[in-house]
């Protein structure tokens, strides 16, 4: 049975805050940066919807998809584009708007503009025009992600956002080999078609002891979020078909500073622990893959390793 948590007081709410927030200044000849929601409608904020409904135009990176949104909200404001690919000259024709007094809006798809999402020329150019920017925070991915996986705590809350991941294998095993040695945790954006062969290579470069977390169709109706062993991430993949499906943050845990712990060797010299950590290898990589992947992780012969894992690759 689902709880109806409106009472009769929430309109009186909603107008008494919102009586605040237009009380608030909006100054003119302004970039006005609004974070949107990256699934659920709800969580645009109040000081967005007034941010957008007051702008003389939104800059988005899509129109159509940012209509659907202004649509569901009642917003009538008109929308221009401003894309990876016209960012030069949409920057250029923002500024010229803000020179007659205008209010602007940039928006992208989903979340922050220009975090991993065009928006960043745009801004830069306001600022050397000498326009105010005005930051309205709101909705990320990221933040999100951290928030339902505990990874960064207050004793340890460093994290490096890298972005997309790169779509070629080697330059993927390139780029996490440039991260994963550093002391934070690694957080990154994957696509659905790729994250099988996304996470072979960053088995390959981190090892499968090191801890991996999924954020999947975040603030969505089939949201997920896991956390495992590297070793255990391709068949987590191949559990549910519908895990090749959705938008990934992918965070890779921080290595122990002291490298692999005292209590991870130890399980990596048990047989039965190796045995389930090739067995779980194979499933996704070559016997030479796998004895190069386990040798790493836990000290052993690459040698012993290979006859082992032969001696357990299907027939």
């Given at each position: 049975?689902?709880?109806?948590?409106?009472?009769?007081?929430?309109?009186?709410?909603?107008?008494?805050?919102?009586?605040?927030?237009?009380?608030?200044?909006?100054?003119?000849?302004?970039?006005?940066?609004?974070?949107?929601p990256i699934g659920n409608l709800g969580d645009l904020t109040l000081r967005a919807w007034q941010a957008l409904s007051r702008a003389d135009i939104i800059a988005a990176e899509d129109t159509r998809a940012t209509r659907t949104l202004l649509d569901?909200?009642?917003?009538?404001?008109?929308?221009?584009?401003?894309?990876?690919?016209?960012?030069?000259?949409?920057?250029?024709?923002?500024?010229?708007?803000?020179?007659?007094?205008?209010?602007?809006?940039?928006?992208?798809?989903?979340?922050?503009?220009?975090?991993?999402?065009?928006?960043?020329?745009?801004?830069?150019?306001?600022?050397?025009?000498?326009?105010?920017?005005?930051?309205?925070?709101?909705?990320?991915?990221?933040?999100?992600?951290?928030?339902?996986?505990?990874?960064?705590?207050?004793?340890?809350?460093?994290?490096?956002?890298?972005?997309?991941?790169?779509?070629?294998?080697?330059?993927?095993?390139?780029?996490?080999?440039?991260?994963?040695?550093?002391?934070?945790?690694?957080?990154?954006?994957?696509?659905?078609?790729?994250?099988?062969?996304?996470?072979?290579?960053?088995?390959?470069?981190?090892?499968?002891?090191?801890?991996?977390?999924?954020?999947?169709?975040?603030?969505?109706?089939?949201?997920?979020?896991?956390?495992?062993?590297?070793?255990?991430?391709?068949?987590?993949?191949?559990?549910?078909?519908?895990?090749?499906?959705?938008?990934?943050?992918?965070?890779?845990?921080?290595?122990?500073?002291?490298?692999?712990?005292?209590?991870?060797?130890?399980?990596?010299?048990?047989?039965?622990?190796?045995?389930?950590?090739l067995d779980a290898l194979l499933e996704t990589v070559s016997v030479r893959d796998a004895a190069r992947i386990a040798a790493r992780a836990t000290g052993l012969s690459r040698d012993l390793l290979y006859a082992r894992a032969l001696s357990r690759?299907?027939?």
């Amino acid at each position: 049975m689902t709880e109806n948590v409106l009472s009769e007081d929430v309109p009186e709410a909603w107008a008494r805050v919102g009586s605040r927030v237009d009380a608030q200044s909006w100054p003119s000849h302004a970039l006005y940066v609004v974070a949107t929601p990256i699934g659920n409608l709800g969580d645009l904020t109040l000081r967005a919807w007034q941010a957008l409904s007051r702008a003389d135009i939104i800059a988005a990176e899509d129109t159509r998809a940012t209509r659907t949104l202004l649509d569901a909200w009642g917003i009538a404001t008109p929308l221009m584009s401003a894309h990876r690919h016209n960012e030069v000259s949409a920057a250029q024709a923002i500024v010229e708007r803000l020179r007659t007094g205008q209010r602007v809006a940039l928006v992208s798809d989903a979340g922050a503009p220009a975090v991993s999402d065009p928006g960043g020329r745009v801004v830069q150019s306001v600022h050397e025009a000498g326009f105010k920017v005005v930051p309205l925070p709101g909705p990320s991915a990221v933040i999100t992600a951290l928030m339902a996986t505990g990874v960064t705590t207050d004793a340890m809350p460093g994290f490096l956002f890298a972005g997309f991941a790169p779509t070629k294998s080697m330059a993927r095993q390139r780029w996490f080999k440039q991260f994963s040695g550093l002391p934070a945790a690694m957080i990154y954006y994957e696509a659905p078609h790729r994250i099988a062969s996304s996470l072979q290579d960053l088995l390959s470069v981190a090892g499968p002891l090191r801890k991996v977390s999924f954020a999947r169709e975040l603030t969505k109706r089939f949201e997920e979020v896991a956390t495992m062993p590297l070793a255990q991430a391709p068949l987590w993949i191949k559990g549910d078909p519908h895990r090749e499906q959705g938008e990934y943050v992918v965070i890779l845990h921080a290595q122990d500073r002291d490298g692999v712990s005292d209590e991870s060797v130890d399980q990596a010299t048990n047989t039965a622990s190796v045995d389930s950590w090739l067995d779980a290898l194979l499933e996704t990589v070559s016997v030479r893959d796998a004895a190069r992947i386990a040798a790493r992780a836990t000290g052993l012969s690459r040698d012993l390793l290979y006859a082992r894992a032969l001696s357990r690759k299907p027939k």
